[in-house]
């Protein structure tokens, strides 16, 4: 048996969803005065992510991910509402092909949590796009089916793992068919944040499709590696799923390099491979998150000579406008002033912050 099917079976506690939540479990004071912010983006903490947090820390990390700010509901003038540009590259709903070989595959737009940094917040959400339906997830699965050069599927959204084992395994049945998808890839948050749903049922449906099944967790800081979590991870790697990182660079949450190299050496302990570090995007109400690119680029050269090879995750920007993805740690040119030239993919320059 593996490890997380030896765990006992509990009742699941209801998350946290309202404001009127928040301040009966003393995570904001008694009229907070956030409900403007809750009509604009949604609010989700799960019980597993209650437990983590210090409520007599008035900077703790995990709070600050989770637990909403008036700060949010600040925009600069270099903010947008699609800032990767998702949306010009989706030919059907639910689809994004930006590069030629793989496709996102966003069947649902909901999440267990709601990261108040999230570069999609305009989208997600019971306020966002919502589940796709039956004839959009045909007509999704039909330009995957008809696009013999996508060699990799990436679920997405919202966050896939909401979906229950059976309308995953029946996702993956329907990739088995397509023979030219070789490579199943699956972002999400659930094993830090809903570590229960990681049962042998959950793994056996990631795996069902016969291809290989990539996994990218998400956390951005060392105690997200909670033991409920690190047994849902132990059961996906033993389940056959290959597992990888990715984190936000974030400013009061993991922006001093003690922090990520804790985070990077969890992973690896873990035996998640370090993948991507991103820089925080240009999603409305999040500026208080962002670092300069300078300060993430100072944070990775340090993290060089301190940890272990292993460790070193790749610190990527999406470009604003839908470039992609471009290696910041190497790939740009100071133009002086925090201004950069980025080179996306196809070896075009873009100006950042986009002017």
């Known amino acids: 048996m593996s490890a997380i099917a030896k765990m006992p079976v509990k009742a699941r506690a209801a998350s946290l969803k309202t404001v009127a939540d928040l301040e009966t479990a003393r995570l904001v004071p008694a009229n907070s005065g956030l409900e403007a912010v809750a009509e604009k983006y949604a609010i989700g903490i799960t019980p597993a992510v209650l437990e983590l947090i210090d409520r007599n820390d008035p900077a703790d990390p995990m709070a600050l991910q989770f637990v909403p700010s008036a700060a949010e509901l600040l925009t600069t003038p270099d903010e947008r509402e699609d800032p990767i540009g998702d949306l ?3 030919p059907v709903e639910g689809i994004v ?4 070989d793989r496709v996102l595959l966003k069947a649902v737009h909901v999440c267990p949590v709601y990261c108040r940094f999230c570069f999609r917040r305009e989208m997600v959400g019971p306020q966002g796009l919502g589940t796709l339906t039956s004839a959009e997830l045909d ?12 060699w990799e599927v990436i679920l997405t959204g919202g966050d896939p793992l909401v979906l229950s084992p059976r309308r995953l395994a029946g996702l993956m049945e329907r990739l088995r068919g397509i023979e030219h998808v070789k490579i199943v890839r699956f972002h999400t948050r659930v094993p830090v944040v809903e570590p229960e749903r990681i049962d042998a049922e ?6 069902s499709s016969g291809k290989t099944t990539y996994l990218a967790v998400h956390a951005n800081h060392p105690r997200e590696f909670s033991a409920v979590a690190k047994a849902a991870f132990k059961a996906l790697v033993d389940g056959g799923v290959v597992l990888v990182s990715q984190s936000v660079l974030l400013r ?4 001093d390099v003690e922090t ?22 240009l999603a409305p109400g999040t500026g208080h998150f962002r670092l300069s690119i300078e300060e993430g680029q100072q944070l990775v050269a340090a993290l060089r000579g301190r940890i272990s090879g292993l460790c070193q995750p790749t610190y990527v920007l ?7 993805k471009a290696d910041i740690g190497a790939a740009t040119v100071s133009a ?4 950069f030239r980025v080179r996306d993919w196809q070896g075009e320059e873009h100006a950042y912050p986009p002017g």
Request: charged share 20%; glycine share 12%.
């Open 202 to 207: 959950m793994v056996a449906a990631l795996t």
């Open 260 to 281: 990520l190299a804790a985070l990077m050496r969890g992973f690896v302990e873990n035996r998640i491979k370090p993948y991507y570090l991103h820089h925080p995007d």
């Open 252 to 255: 009061g949450i993991n922006d």
């Open 97 to 100: 092909h930006r590069y030629p």
């Open 88 to 90: 010009s590259h989706s």
């Open 318 to 324: 999406d470009i604003p406008g839908g470039y992609g």
């Open 336 to 339: 002086g002033d925090g201004c």
């Open 139 to 150: 007509a999704a699965m039909d330009y995957i089916a008809s696009h013999t050069e996508i």
